[in-house]
T-cell receptor, first 116, second 115 residues
Framework: GENVEQHPSTLSVQEGDSAVIKCTYSDSASNYFPWYKQELGKRPQLIIDIRSNVGEKKDQRIAVTLNKTAKHFSLHITETQPEDSAVYFC???????????????FGKGTLLTVNP | DAGVIQSPRHEVTEMGQEVTLRCKPISGHNSLFWYRQTMMRGLELLIY????????DSGMPEDRFSAKMPNASFSTLKIQPSEPRDSAVYFC?????????????FGDGTRLSIL
């Protein structure tokens, strides 16, 4: 099955700096890559996603890049703010022929701390 | 849009008791997913349904775990008998089942503690 590795497990930055979180996946058939943000005690919330037919997607201060050849994708957060502090999860999925759906395999998460 | 609704938010019970977690997906969503989150294992998919039919339950850890979806607006995850190692946060998520990569929307989770 799919295996998703996420690095680093913890990341501490100063407010205003950029943060980069990287993920690799094992199944070359994976074609959908969402990123979730989870604040302490709360639910994971989708912040951005990318499909395999594009290499980069941007939404204000966050961006995701995808390298299909190398099977890795990254989350970039610019001009970080204290409210960006949370656990970030990457995930990969592919079409599941049995169920006609997309099962997500999650990375282990990155605890991002933005220091004021 | 009320989002995915889970109940209870917290459950504390003694080992050996039956536990039932409940989920109401977003109206119109036809796929429903149950996840378990622990520090050690992260977010794990337990089972998912399409149009109320269980498709993949390979993530269900043991026969003590069972899930049902009797209609499009309700699902349960049951643990019987419960054990301390079942302590975790259980999330339900729903999505549309069509197109490439439909986002999954998570509920607020049930924090389960088995004593």
């Amino acid at each position: 099955g799919e295996n998703v590795e996420q690095h680093p497990s913890t990341l501490s930055v100063q407010e205003g700096d950029s943060a980069v979180i990287k993920c690799t996946y094992s199944d070359s058939a994976s074609n959908y890559f969402p990123w979730y943000k989870q604040e302490l005690g709360k639910r994971p919330q989708l912040i951005i996603d990318i499909r395999s037919n594009v290499g980069e997607k941007k939404d204000q201060r966050i961006a995701v890049t995808l390298n299909k050849t190398a099977k890795h994708f990254s989350l970039h957060i610019t001009e970080t703010q204290p409210e960006d502090s949370a656990v970030y999860f990457c995930a990969a999925s592919k079409f599941d022929g049995r169920g006609s759906n997309y099962k997500l395999t999650f990375g282990k998460g990155t605890l991002l701390t933005v220091n004021p | 849009d009320a989002g995915v609704i889970q109940s209870p938010r917290h459950e504390v019970t003694e080992m050996g008791q039956e536990v039932t977690l409940r989920c109401k997906p977003i109206s119109g969503h036809n796929s429903l997913f149950w996840y378990r989150q622990t520090m050690m294992r992260g977010l794990e998919l337990l089972i998912y349904f399409n149009n109320n039919v269980p498709i993949d339950d390979s993530g269900m850890p043991e026969d003590r775990f069972s899930a049902k979806m009797p209609n499009a607006s309700f699902s349960t995850l049951k643990i019987q008998p419960s054990e301390p190692r079942d302590s975790a946060v259980y999330f339900c998520a729903s999505s549309l089942r069509q197109g490439v990569g439909q986002p999954q929307h998570f509920g607020d989770g049930t924090r389960l503690s088995i004593l």
